[in-house]
């Protein structure tokens, strides 16, 4: 089969696509022919072996998935061959085939396509987990957006207004400003412009933000905690920015604030029933079609390289999926 392998950490211009073996069976497992993975931030990370942990090399990219089953170990059940499902993994997902527990398969809800499905997982759940879960985000309350036009941004604008909430998307250019704001949120601001805490301070009532939800580190997280509400919760999901940044303390004791840590890898191994309970509510949401996840670009897998390259630009809209079935 065909699979993109890193055998050095590296530019991710510089990874192929080889011939590998097919991936066998063993007890509890499940083989998948994949038909489509996304391209996450992290994967763009562990490549170059940035990340804050390294997969052992080689290893193939990609973390969610969405296929078909092609065959189940004897002591599976529920996943028999043709079984739409997706699935999130530690890695492997750009390849032709993967072999995962079957605990790390959900059978794919009615009327998703492919493409919907491998984009959904990392980004829906992290949104939903941490605004429900973590924040404790309440109907009327006001959220902030950080980075609100990418994968894991707009999943959290829209998973925010199901919550009941008022949400502010904070984004870089007016393009994604409208991106934002037509999947749901209620406002938008440049957090480039010199004046965007004045003008949160405006959209809030003086106020702030109850909740943020920041995907993206740096200074822009200092400056957001800043403007935070008395009794605020700032939910620390990734760093996109590159930057990791120090939190003076005194500024959670004057402000009231909570940080709040949330880490997607962690959530089934320490708490599988709320893990459980967060997917049976997007599951429902998405047979009902009350959301719709946002596909970004979806590229051919040949062209896996310009799916890692577009979801490192400004201008990426989304999450960039690549088509493998």
Not at 106 to 113: A, M, N, W
């Amino acid at each position: 089969m065909k699979a993109v392998l890193v055998e050095n950490y590296d530019n991710i211009g510089n990874i192929p696509i080889k011939e590998v073996a097919r991936p066998e069976l063993s007890a509890g497992m499940v083989r998948v022919r994949i038909q489509a993975a996304a391209v996450g931030f992290v994967d763009g990370l562990k490549v170059q072996g940035l990340y804050q942990t390294k997969d052992p090399l080689p290893f193939t990219p990609g973390s969610e998935f969405a296929g078909i089953v092609d065959e189940a170990a004897a002591d599976v059940k529920d996943f028999a061959p043709g079984t739409p499902v997706i699935g999130m993994v530690i890695n492997g997902g750009l390849a032709e085939y993967i072999c995962v527990p079957a605990g790390d398969l959900f059978v794919t809800p009615k009327g998703i396509e492919p493409e919907v499905g491998a984009s959904f997982f990392a980004n829906y759940l992290t949104a939903l987990y941490a605004l429900s879960a973590r924040g404790k985000l309440q109907r009327g309350e006001t959220l902030l957006v950080l980075g609100a036009a990418g994968g894991v941004g707009i999943a959290a604008v829209q998973v925010g207004k199901l919550l009941g909430a008022r949400v502010i998307a904070a984004t870089s250019t007016e393009e994604k400003r409208k991106f934002a704001i037509n999947h749901g949120a209620d406002a938008g601001l440049d957090y480039t412009g010199e004046g965007w805490r004045d003008e949160l301070k405006e959209l809030t009532g003086g106020q702030g933000a109850d909740v943020i939800y920041d995907p993206v580190g740096g200074d822009l997280s200092l400056q957001a905690f800043r403007s935070i509400a008395w009794n605020g919760r700032h939910l620390v999901i990734g760093f996109a920015s590159g930057t990791i940044p120090a939190l003076r303390f005194n500024l959670p004791l004057l402000k009231g604030g909570a940080l709040l840590g949330v880490d997607l890898a962690q959530i089934g191994r320490r708490e599988p029933e709320v893990r459980d309970q967060v997917i049976a509510q997007l599951f429902t949401w998405l047979s009902e079609k009350t959301l719709v996840p946002v596909v970004g670009k979806v590229f051919a897998f040949e062209e896996f390289h310009e799916a890692f390259k577009a979801m490192t630009t400004r201008s990426a809209l989304g999450k960039m999926v690549v088509r493998i079935g």
